[in-house]
C-alpha cells in the first residue's frame, strides 16, 4: 500500500503531482491512499520512494475532471484525494466518463463541488466585517466558519467588491487579507481574534428589523437561504426569533391598520414623474409577470430599435431551461422565443432526442431584438457583453422562478449570460457544469450555427452531434429524478 502525504487540506497541486505518477506506474485506486501532514512537500510518498529516470508515459484528461477536482478538493470529506484518484485511473479507458453523470464517482464528485459552490455563496452573502481602529488607521475584520474550504476560492470576490478599503477575513482554514492593493493569505485564525461588535451594528440591527414584512415571511424559505449555522456571526440574527414569534400579530395589525389620508400639499409639492416606473426595478413574482414587465425594461439601449421585448416561454416548473442568444427578426414580431428558423430546427432537434418542446422553457440571454438596417432586412448583429451583463436580471429571474435542474446554453452568448464567463463551446460543449443555485449547466452550439453550415455533409454531422448533446441534457435530468 502506497501512502501519499500531501502538505496541507488544499493541497491540489501535490496530489496532481502524485496522481499522475501513479497512475503512470500503473497503481492501482486500492493499492494507495492520500493523506494530510503538517507543512513539507506535497506529494511525498510516505512509505516507498517516488520512482526514478524516464517518467512513464502519461495521457491528456479533460479540462472539465481538472476544474472538477480543484473544487472537490475544497470539500471537508477525508476521501475526496481517493475519490479524485479513482476517476482519474478510469478516465484512461473511459475518456467520456465525465459525461456520465449517473456514473456513482461522477454524481458523487459533482455533488461535493455543487457543496463546495454552496459555501462560497453563502461566504459572499454572510461575512460581515468589524470595524476597527488603530495606530495604522481605520480596518475591517470578519470572522466567518464556511461549510468547506473555500476562504482563497472566495476572497477575490471581496477584493472586488471592497477595493478601497483595508479588511481581513478569519476563519478556521485561513485568512485572507486586503491592503488596498494585494491580497495575501495566512494562518487559520479562532473566533476570540475578531472583533465582536462595533456601533454600526445597532443601526443595522434597526434597519433590518423595520425592513422585516411579517406578511411575507416563509420560515423554511428563509432558513434555506439562511442556514442557522451562520446566525451566530450575524448581527441581525439575534432579532429572528422575536420578529418570526410576532410576525402574525405584526400581520394582523398591518391589515386592521386604516389607510393614511393622501397630503395635498405634499403631491402639489412633488412633481410628476417623467415616465412610470421601470418595471425592471422590481423583481417579478410570476413568469406571466415577467413576461409583462419585459415590455417596459430600458436596461440597455436594444429597447429602441426592437418591437417588443420578448421573454421566455415554457412551464413555469420545467426542469430543463434552453437559453438562446436573442430574438431574431421573426420573433421580434411575434413577441415569442424560437418560432424563426433556428427555432424550426430546434424543434426537430428535441423531437429526434426524444423531448417534447412543451415540457421546455426557452428563453433567450437577451430579451430584445439587436440589429442593423441593410435595405428592407434587418440583419442580427451579436450583442455586446455589456449587453448581456444588463439583460443577465431577466435571465437570473427566469430561473429563479422556473427553478430548472439542467440548463442548456446555446452558443458562446447564452454561456456567458449562464456562466458568468465568456465558455470556448466547442471544447466545454457537452459536459455538465455545477451552477451556483445547485443546477446543471451544458454547453452545446445554437441551431443557427447549422443554418449558416455550406455543404450537406457538413451539415448533416454537426446536426447529428448537436441531436447528440440534446440526448445527454435528457440523460442529465433522467439522473436528477
Not at 296 to 313: K, Y
Not at 404 to 425: C, D, I, Q
Amino acid at each position: 500500500m502506497r501512502r501519499v502525504v500531501l502538505a496541507h487540506e488544499t493541497d491540489f497541486d501535490g496530489w496532481r503531482e502524485a496522481a499522475r505518477s501513479l497512475r503512470a506506474q500503473g497503481v492501482r485506486p486500492g493499492e494507495v491512499s492520500f493523506s494530510v501532514g503538517s507543512g513539507g512537500q506535497g506529494g511525498l510518498f510516505d512509505d516507498v520512494a517516488a520512482p526514478s529516470g524516464e517518467p512513464p508515459a502519461t495521457f491528456a484528461t479533460p479540462r472539465a475532471f481538472v476544474d472538477l477536482a480543484k473544487e472537490v478538493v475544497l470539500h471537508r470529506s477525508g476521501d475526496r484525494f481517493d475519490l479524485m484518484y479513482r476517476l482519474l485511473w478510469r478516465l484512461k479507458d473511459e475518456p467520456d466518463l465525465m459525461r456520465v453523470v449517473s456514473d456513482r464517482d461522477v454524481a458523487d464528485a459533482f455533488e461535493r463541488a455543487k457543496n463546495v459552490s454552496r459555501a462560497s455563496h453563502k461566504m459572499k452573502a454572510f461575512v460581515r466585517f468589524r470595524r476597527v481602529e488603530s495606530e495604522a488607521g481605520e480596518a475591517w475584520i470578519a470572522w466567518f466558519e464556511p461549510a468547506h474550504r473555500v476562504v482563497e476560492k472566495t476572497a477575490p470576490f471581496f477584493a472586488r467588491r471592497f477595493t478601497n478599503l483595508d479588511w481581513t477575513i478569519l476563519t478556521p482554514d485561513g485568512s485572507a487579507r486586503w491592503d488596498g492593493a494585494a491580497l495575501s493569505f495566512g494562518p487559520a485564525a479562532t473566533a476570540d481574534m475578531a472583533p465582536r461588535d462595533d456601533e454600526v451594528e445597532d443601526f443595522w440591527r434597526t434597519y433590518y428589523a423595520s425592513t422585516f414584512n411579517p406578511a411575507r415571511l416563509r420560515t423554511k424559505a428563509m432558513q434555506g437561504e439562511m442556514p442557522k449555522r451562520y446566525w451566530k456571526n450575524l448581527p441581525e440574527a439575534s432579532l429572528i426569533p422575536e420578529l418570526v414569534a410576532r410576525s402574525s400579530v405584526r400581520t394582523e395589525e398591518m391589515v386592521c391598520a386604516p389607510a393614511p389620508e393622501p397630503n395635498a400639499k405634499l403631491a402639489r409639492a412633488v412633481p410628476a414623474p417623467a415616465r412610470g416606473p421601470d418595471p425592471s426595478d422590481r423583481a417579478p413574482e410570476t413568469i406571466d409577470g415577467l413576461a409583462a414587465a419585459v415590455q417596459g425594461c430600458r436596461r440597455c439601449p436594444l429597447w429602441r430599435d426592437a418591437t417588443q421585448g420578448v421573454a421566455g416561454e415554457g412551464p413555469a416548473a420545467a426542469r430543463l431551461m434552453i437559453v438562446g442568444e436573442q430574438p431574431g427578426d421573426q420573433e421580434d414580431l411575434a413577441g415569442q422565443p424560437f418560432v424563426g428558423p433556428a427555432g424550426k430546427v430546434l424543434d426537430g432537434a428535441l423531437q429526434e432526442a426524444g423531448i417534447d418542446r412543451r415540457d421546455v422553457y426557452v428563453t433567450n440571454a437577451v430579451k430584445h431584438f439587436k440589429h442593423e438596417p441593410t435595405g428592407k432586412r434587418r440583419l442580427h448583429k451579436t450583442p455586446n457583453a455589456g449587453e448581456v451583463t444588463a439583460c443577465r436580471w431577466w435571465l437570473d429571474h427566469e430561473r429563479r422562478l422556473v427553478k430548472p435542474r439542467v440548463v442548456l446554453a446555446l452558443g458562446a452568448t447564452a454561456g456567458l449570460a449562464v456562466l458568468g464567463r465568456k465558455p470556448a463551446v466547442q471544447r466545454e460543449r457537452g459536459a455538465p457544469i455545477a451552477l451556483q443555485d445547485g443546477g446543471v449547466a451544458m454547453l452545446t452550439v445554437h441551431p443557427s450555427y447549422l443554418l449558416r453550415l455550406p455543404d450537406a455533409e457538413g451539415k448533416a454531422r454537426e446536426r447529428a452531434a448537436f441531436v447528440e448533446d440534446l440526448r445527454r441534457a435528457k440523460a442529465l435530468l433522467d439522473a436528477a429524478g
